[in-house]
Nanobody, 125 residues
Framework: QVHLAESGGGSVQAGQSLRLSCSVS????????LYWFRQIPGQERKFVAC???????DYELSFKGRFTISIDSAKTTLYLSLRELKPEDTATYYC???????????????????WGQGTQVTVSS
């Protein structure tokens, strides 16, 4: 088991930046690949970015260049830096963990079973 807890969401103006955090604890020997997804009300939870044990990140194409995934050296805090935020980025952002050594950008929410509670990001125009 792994425990995940997001923080750092909030309300910002379009064009501003935020950095989301996800505290990661538990049996990290097994859970190596970490993910960020987001969910807009009424829509399915969608992949944003992921990072593998070699610290290689991958992104949904439309976010690449504006969002950056990273992890601290102790691998206890996962980050998602959001810049040039747009109103359409308004969503609940979730982190997730996968018992594997590779990061799969084609994963859907149904492939993952360890989730945090989410953190809300609201971007106003």
């Amino acid at each position: 088991q792994v425990h995940l807890a997001e923080s750092g969401g909030g309300s910002v103006q379009a064009g501003q930046s935020l950095r989301l955090s996800c505290s990661v604890s538990g049996d990290l020997r097994r859970y190596w690949a970490l993910y960020w997804f987001r969910q807009i009300p009424g829509q399915e939870r969608k992949f944003v970015a992921c990072i593998d044990p070699n610290l290689t990140g991958d992104y949904e194409l439309s976010f690449k260049g504006r969002f950056t995934i990273s992890i601290d050296s102790a691998k206890t805090t996962l980050y998602l830096s959001l810049r040039e935020l747009k109103p359409e980025d308004t969503a609940t952002y979730y982190c997730a963990a996968d018992p594997g050594n590779f990061c799969h950008k084609w994963y859907t929410a149904g492939h993952l079973h360890q989730w945090g509670q989410g953190t809300q990001v609201t971007v106003s125009s």
